[in-house]
Nanobody
């Protein structure tokens, strides 16, 4: 069983930067495709970014492309999301998710991820 714990959320002014991280335990980290999703009040949980297990391939939602960067450290079993040029519409609970796979095919579908963290709040003030 894989456990995921997010950290690093907080309050930031529009235009600012923030980094959220996720520590994984209980599985072979390099076999996990790691994703970030977010959920704003009253909205569906949406895909933000994903990184493959070993190849380093990434994919981003159009709304964050060029502003967010996902990265992972397989030696430390962590994945991070660096966010710059934050906007009030980025305000949400950010969730780390993991999908066990041996392929590098990147998936955006929420239901494809078997493991989820509890989330960390990111609030961007205008």
């Amino acid at each position: 069983q894989v456990q995921l714990v997010e950290s690093g959320g907080g309050l930031v002014q529009a235009g600012g930067s923030l980094r959220v991280s996720c520590a994984a335990s209980g599985g072979t980290f390099s076999f996990l495709q790691m994703g970030w999703f977010r959920q704003a009040p009253g909205k569906e949980r949406e895909f933000v970014a994903v990184v493959s297990g070993n190849s380093g391939r990434t994919d981003y939602a159009d709304s964050v492309k060029g502003r967010f960067t996902i990265s992972r450290d397989n030696a430390k079993n962590t994945v991070s999301l660096q966010m710059i040029s934050l906007k009030p519409e980025d305000t949400a609970v950010y969730y780390c998710a993991a999908r066990a796979t041996t392929t590098s095919y990147l998936v955006r579908t929420r239901d494809a991820y078997q493991y989820w963290g509890r989330g960390t709040q990111v609030t961007v003030n205008s």
